[in-house]
Structures are given as C-alpha cells and as structure tokens.
T-cell receptor, first 112, second 112 residues
Framework: GNSVTQMEGPVTLSEEAFLTINCTYT??????LFWYVQYPGEGLQLLLKATKADDKGSNKGFEATYRKETTSFHLEKGSVQVSDSAVYFC???????????FGAGTRLTVKP | DTAVSQTPKYLVTQMGNDKSIKCEQN?????MYWYKQDSKKFLKIMFSYNNKELIINETVPNRFSPKSPDKAHLNLHINSLELGDSAVYFCASEGGRTGELFFGEGSRLTVL
C-alpha cells in the first residue's frame, strides 16, 4: 500500500542553521507529494507540494524536490528561524484518490 | 471568519459516555475529512465525505459514526467512549483535488 516514512525527531537547531527533514515514500504510479506544517495549538496547513517527478515545491524559504529515482521528497531550508519551530508532516496522495497519507511527523525546535 | 471550525475545542468525559464533535466549513468545499492524531502526533484518516456521500471509511470501530447533514458540515459521534479514544480529532476540508486540505484547530478529547 501507499505509505510515507519521514525521519524521526525531534530535531533541534540553532537559528540560521540549515535544515533537512528526510521523507521517502512507497507507492505505485505517480503520486502527488506534500509537506504540511503544524504550529503549536493549530491544525495542519499546506507548506508546499509537487505533483510530478523533478518538480520542486517551495514556500517561505522551504523547498522540496520530487525525486522518483530515490522515491524521496526531502524538505530543506537554508536558514531556519525561531518561528519555524513546528511539527512537519510529509504526505502522499494517489491520483483519483481522496486518501491523503501522512507521515509520522517531525518536530523541529529552533533555538535563538 | 474561521474557515474550518470545530466544537468543542476541549472535551473531558468518562468512559462509556457518548459524545459528539461538530465541524463546519465556510469555504464552499465539497470534501470533508476526519483525522485522529494520537499523543505522538501520528495522523490517521478516519472518514472522508464528498458532497454528503461517504468516500473513505478506514478501519475504525463502529462506535464512531460520522454524519454529514449538508456539504458544509461533518459531525463525528462517538458511542461508549474508551480510554484509547483520547486524542486530538481534526476536521479538514478540500475544494476540488488540489491536495490542499484546510484543517480546523482540533478537538482534544480526554477520556477518564
């Protein structure tokens, strides 16, 4: 079945450090891939997405590239801020399917 | 105006009781979801409705019964509550098949 595996947290970084959160997926065909972010006390919100191989999603300084050869969609940011502290979820959805599958979430804490 | 609103935000109750969580979206979306998030932040889909029709019904005890009186509302009723039902329940909606789910703020259920 379809599934998403992301690196376990928590991840703690200093402000302005480089961030990578790994995400790999298992799926048939060509799923769409997403990163969602959950700030403390809030619901999830879409951060970025990519719908086909080699697409790069980007938003708020975050980027992720859809790599079909490695079945990966790693999230990166060049310089994190304290306000980026949140839980990040990688997600996958197949074409013509309402089922959005989320990874287990990775908690990021950025210290000043 | 809150796009996706859930009530109540907090719910503390005894084992064996029956409770409901309500969800309303004012985005005009056709699809609505219920997700359960456990204490480790793992997010699991429970139900999905499209225009009041049940689309996804994951392996969830039949003590959980969703009801969609119209496409703007998706309520969750839980019978005979158990300790393991303690979690945060998120409602979400989606317009079209963009992959952008709009989540409510969550309803934290604690069963004593």
């Amino acid at each position: 079945g379809n599934s998403v595996t992301q690196m376990e947290g928590p991840v703690t970084l200093s402000e302005e450090a480089f961030l990578t959160i790994n995400c790999t997926y298992t799926a048939t065909g060509y799923p769409s891939l997403f990163w969602y972010v959950q700030y403390p006390g809030e619901g999830l919100q879409l951060l970025l997405k990519a719908t086909k191989a080699d697409d790069k999603g980007s938003n708020k300084g975050f980027e992720a590239t859809y790599r079909k050869e490695t079945t990966s969609f790693h999230l990166e940011k060049g310089s994190v801020q304290v306000s980026d502290s949140a839980v990040y979820f990688c997600a996958l959805r197949q074409v013509n399917n309402n089922d959005m599958r989320f990874g287990a979430g990775t908690r990021l804490t950025v210290k000043p | 105006d809150t796009a996706v609103s859930q009530t109540p935000k907090y719910l503390v109750t005894q084992m064996g009781n029956d409770k409901s969580i309500k969800c309303e979206q004012n985005l005009g979306h056709d699809t609505m979801y219920w997700y359960k998030q456990d204490s480790k932040k793992f997010l699991k889909i429970m139900f999905s409705y499209n225009n009041k029709e049940l689309i996804i019904n994951e392996t969830v005890p039949n003590r959980f019964s969703p009801k969609s009186p119209d496409k703007a509302h998706l309520n969750l009723h839980i019978n005979s509550l158990e300790l393991g039902d303690s979690a945060v329940y998120f409602c979400a909606s989606e317009g079209g098949r963009t992959g952008e789910l709009f989540f409510g703020e969550g309803s934290r259920l604690t069963v004593l």
